[in-house]
Structure formats: structure tokens, C-alpha cells
T-cell receptor, first 113, second 111 residues
Framework: DAGVTQSPTHLIKTRGQQVTLRCSPK?????VSWYQQALGQGPQFIFQ???????QRGNFPDRFSGHQFPNYSSELNVNALLLGDSALYLC????????????FGPGTRLTVL | GQQLNQSPQSMFIQEGEDVSMNCTSS?????WLWYKQDPGEGPVLLIA?????ELTSNGRLTAQFGITRKDSFLNISASIPSDVGIYFC???????????FGQGTRLTINP
């Protein structure tokens, strides 16, 4: 049973560029949440997708957007990258209607130069 | 906004010692969770707490949900080298899915 998978593992971009990160939820899960984890900090909630819609959003600017596909996988897009966007981006999945806790993927390490 | 204050920030202990860490909040949470994160990995859920006053164990780990619903603690007994890592508390309010995380406690064990 595959857990949460994320791609790519690492990514290097320059300021002003755009990036897309991908996440496949754990088998049987239908809800995906994205978190940003700066170095030495705890993860911060970006948003959550369920039934292909954004259901809840944290305190992040509109440069951060996402999408969920019919197979429950998800993408996180960040436009106009800033140096401060450098972080580990974590995807977490759950089965919303079962009230399960969130399982986290290994993350994508984004470096903005 | 909601914030969790986790302490201590770091701990240096000898193998076999017991460990205690805690998390406090100015807001009430309906669920408290404790995660462990190893380098290059995502957080892994250790213990979930759903009721004020609840005390739950998972092997050598024990966690409690504070009566005021504004705090939680995690104890690790008889620490072993694989306990090394960063421990995070996280809270969730009623009806919400988003988790609010503490800043983490980095545990280092001297053999």
C-alpha cells in the first residue's frame, strides 16, 4: 500500500519563476492538504482540496494556487517566486468522511535563488 | 492567529533517560496530535488525542490532552537512539481540517 508520494524531491528555481509541485495521496484517501515548512519551523497550512475544490485556506497570498484531479492527486502552483518561498513543501492526505488523521508525504525541497 | 508554543526547543539527553516536552496555546483546540520528523522525511503521526484530560500511550510514548484544551505534553520513557529527531505538536479546532503546528523540539541522544 503506497503512502503519500510527492514529486519532484528537490527543485531549484530563480526569483520570478513559476513552479508546480505534485502529490499523490495514500490509497483510499480523497482529501489533500498542502503545508509549507521553512527551515527550523513547523509546517504551516497553505490550503486543502476535497472533491476538486479548495475547501480551506491558510494565510498565503494568491501566488499560491492548487488543483485536485478526479483521481484525487493534487498540484501546488507558486507564481512569481520570492526568495522567502524557499522551503520544504509537504502534502498530506486523509479520507475526509472517515475522520482520519492526515498522513504526510516526504516533501519537495524548493530552493529559490 | 493561532499559535502553538512548544518547549523545550532542543534537548540533549543520555540514552535510557526519560524525556518530557509540552505544547501550549492561547486558543482552545479539540484535537491534539504529536508527530515525529526525521531528516528528509515528512512528519509521522505518533499519538492523537481527542478528549480533554485524555491520556494515551503508544509503546514508550505517552501523551495527554490538557483539561483546559490549551495544552498537551508528550513523554518518552527509556530513550533509545532511534528516538532522535524533531517532535512536533499540532492542534486542530472543531470542524476544521487545518493543523496548527508548534515550532518543534529537537531531541539528541548521547549513547
Amino acid at each position: 500500500d503506497a503512502g503519500v508520494t510527492q514529486s519532484p524531491t528537490h527543485l531549484i528555481k530563480t526569483r520570478g519563476q513559476q513552479v508546480t509541485l505534485r502529490c499523490s495521496p495514500k490509497s483510499g484517501h480523497d482529501t489533500v492538504s498542502w503545508y509549507q515548512q521553512a527551515l527550523g519551523q513547523g509546517p504551516q497550512f497553505i490550503f486543502q482540496y476535497y472533491e476538486e475544490e479548495e475547501r480551506q485556506r491558510g494565510n498565503f497570498p494568491d501566488r499560491f494556487s492548487g488543483h485536485q484531479f478526479p483521481n484525487y492527486s493534487s498540484e501546488l502552483n507558486v507564481n512569481a517566486l520570492l526568495l522567502g518561498d524557499s522551503a520544504l513543501y509537504l502534502c498530506a492526505s486523509t479520507r475526509l468522511t472517515y475522520g482520519n488523521e492526515q498522513f504526510f508525504g516526504p516533501g519537495t525541497r524548493l530552493t529559490v535563488l | 492567529g493561532q499559535q502553538l508554543n512548544q518547549s523545550p526547543q532542543s534537548m540533549f539527553i543520555q540514552e535510557g533517560e526519560d524525556v518530557s516536552m509540552n505544547c501550549t496555546s492561547s486558543s482552545i483546540f479539540n484535537t491534539w496530535l504529536w508527530y515525529k520528523q526525521d531528516p528528509g522525511e515528512g512528519p509521522v503521526l505518533l499519538i492523537a488525542l481527542y478528549k480533554a484530560g485524555e491520556l494515551t500511550s503508544n509503546g514508550r510514548l505517552t501523551a495527554q490532552f490538557g483539561i483546559t484544551r490549551k495544552d498537551s505534553f508528550l513523554n518518552i520513557s527509556a530513550s533509545i537512539p532511534s528516538d532522535v529527531g524533531i517532535y512536533f505538536c499540532a492542534g486542530r479546532t472543531q470542524g476544521a481540517q487545518k493543523l496548527v503546528f508548534g515550532q518543534g523540539t529537537r531531541l539528541t541522544i548521547n549513547p
